[in-house]
Nanobody, 121 residues
């Protein structure tokens, strides 16, 4: 099992920045690709960003490309999501997730509990 705990959410004004963190435990972190997803009220959960286990290849949803950056520190078993130029439509609960080795948009096996991000206009 992989346990995931997100942190760093909060309330920010439009145009501001936040950095989310997701601390992993339970298995070898560097064996897992990591992803960030979000779910806004009344909407389905959607893919935001992902990073492979090892080579650091990253992938982004079109809606966040150029504004969000995913990164990982395997020594700290932590994945980050740096969010800049935030917009009210970025308001959602953000979840991190893990899957074996290669990052994809679907098929994640382990999920955190989520952290709320609210962007005011």
């Amino acid at each position: 099992q992989v346990q995931l705990v997100e942190s760093g959410g909060g309330l920010v004004q439009a145009g501001g920045s936040l950095r989310l963190s997701c601390a992993a435990s339970g298995r070898t972190f560097s064996d897992y690709a990591m992803g960030w997803f979000r779910q806004a009220p009344g909407k389905e959960r959607e893919f935001v960003a992902a990073i492979n286990c090892c080579g650091g290849n990253t992938y982004y949803a079109d809606s966040v490309k150029g504004r969000f950056t995913i990164s990982r520190d395997n020594a700290k078993s932590t994945v980050y999501l740096q969010m800049n130029s935030l917009k009210p439509e970025d308001t959602a609960v953000y979840y991190c997730a893990a899957q074996w080795r290669v990052a994809r948009m679907t098929g994640y096996d382990y999920w955190g509990q989520g952290t709320q991000v609210t962007v005011s206009s």
